[in-house]
């Protein structure tokens, strides 16, 4: 008999979610054969079997929360394998924990009631409620039931704090007087009163709820500003034209604009690298190296696979590491090394036709450059003539806390005179 356990998830992840079982109770497998796939922070990763044999019994179902080391299946010999009876958190659907969470907060006023009687310890999973760990195992050995826990984090993830504080309350008085007639509940926040005008309730994945609370955290936390300028891209449309398929026959990689702005924001950078630093508490940590984030457009969310010693590397080896990146966000195939210590990102919205916007650092990097849709716009060359130039807004977020105005407008016309310019990349990025 062998048991399948969540595998260790990679450096500060201590639990993920069953995404989808491939095998069911009673199917043989071989050793290496894939089993279930698991849902994280940041990538999803799938389980396989260490051994041969037949899955006796699966013990988490779909949609639930696994710690790290937990036990969710079994692998049996296959002789005398039985189909035991699914546990009932096992068998919840993520809807009908939704409808059990409501029901719980329209019996409120009744609960109340029983407020003064001994609560019994709660099932560690009952799925009521979304947990960490830690918190399960506080609650367990306090004996408070976790759906009267109240949340600060913001998806309503109940934390370890959130226990404590719980349990530091005094207990509520035994009521007076009879509770007063329950009105009829409104109905719950976004769900439709009308029943001709239909909602779809859809929970979010655990990537959509870390994207969710990281983007907050970041306005939180930073104070956040954006500059803006603008580039002429006549001088990079015109390489790329000239040379653009000599570059594909040598390199067999396209000649894209990423690398051209990721040399720019290379050289950006050595002139000004309080962009390429981190707040830790009371101090600076300025990076002396420059690993580049590429924001990428997946089906799950966005995620920001890092291009390392991108100042090292031409402009194939950027091309190529960018491809290869996306490729690999797209086909749900990143490695949690592929997400981990970049110094500066890029996103570009250009590619969806965004003319202008302001992007939200990805903490705890201060500095995020934003590239927009290529767009013919009307410039002035002089005094008595004008022309068409392919123009593109480009937008620095950065944290004010520790990068003034004057470096962050600085850091953009940089990357701007580089752009225009592209033999300074050469030299400089």
């Known amino acids: ?30 050793q290496g054969d894939l089993l279930a796939e698991l849902e994280t922070d940041k990538v999803n990763l799938e389980i396989s ?6 899955i006796e019994s699966i013990l988490r179902g779909e949609g639930e929360n696994v710690a790290v ?13 039985s189909i035991p009876a699914p546990a009932p958190a096992a068998q919840a659907a993520p809807a009908a924990e939704a409808e059990a969470t409501a029901a719980e907060k329209e019996s409120a006023p009744a609960a109340a009631l029983a407020a003064s009687a001994p609560v019994p310890a709660p099932a560690a999973d009952s799925g009521a409620y979304h947990a960490s760990p830690a918190a399960r195992k506080l609650a367990r050995e306090k004996g408070i039931d976790l759906n009267g826990v109240s949340a600060r984090d913001p998806i309503g993830r109940i934390q370890h704090d959130d226990v404590q504080a719980n349990a530091a309350r005094p207990a509520a008085a035994p009521a007076a007087a009879p509770a007063a007639p329950a009105k009829p509940a409104a109905p719950a926040s976004g769900e439709a009163a009308d029943p001709a005008k239909p909602i779809e309730r859809q929970r979010m994945s655990r990537r959509r709820q870390t994207i969710a609370t990281r983007l907050v955290e970041a306005q939180q936390t930073a104070a956040m500003l954006t500059t803006f300028n603008e580039v002429d891209m006549t001088a990079i449309l015109d390489i790329r034209k000239r040379r653009k398929d000599a570059f ?21 950078l050595k002139a000004y690298p309080l962009l390429n630093a981190e707040i830790d508490g009371q101090d600076i940590l300025v990076k002396k190296f420059y690993d580049i984030g590429i924001a990428v457009a997946a089906k799950e969310g966005l995620v920001v696979p890092v291009v390392r010693d991108a100042d090292r590397l031409s402009f194939a ?23 981990q210590g970049g110094s500066f990102t890029i996103t570009n919205g ?9 992007p939200i650092l990805n903490a705890p990097q201060v500095g995020i450059l934003g590239m927009h849709k290529i767009q013919l716009r009307p410039v002035a060359i002089d005094e008595e003539r004008s022309e068409n130039r392919p123009m593109m807004y480009i937008a620095l977020s950065y944290d004010h806390r520790i990068v003034d105005g004057a470096e962050a407008v600085g850091f953009l016309v940089k990357v701007k005179e580089m752009l225009e310019d592209p033999e300074t990349l050469l030299l400089e990025g």
């Open 248 to 268: 594909k026959e040598k390199h067999d990689v396209g000649l894209g604009f990423m690398s051209f702005f990721t040399k720019a924001v290379v050289g950006a």
């Open 350 to 358: 250009g590619v969806f036709g965004s003319l202008l916007s302001t």
């Open 49 to 54: 079997a260490e051994e041969s044999g037949v």
């Open 1 to 30: 008999m062998a048991e399948i356990k969540v595998p260790d998830l990679g450096e500060s992840i201590s639990e993920g979610t069953l995404h989808k079982w491939l095998v069911k109770v009673g199917d043989t497998v071989g």
């Open 317 to 339: 080896e950027i091309e190529r590491s960018i491809g290869e990146l996306a490729s690999k966000a797209r086909s749900n195939s990143l490695a949690l090394s592929d997400l």
């Open 69 to 81: 080391g937990e036990v969710i299946a079994v692998i049996g010999s296959g002789a005398g394998a």
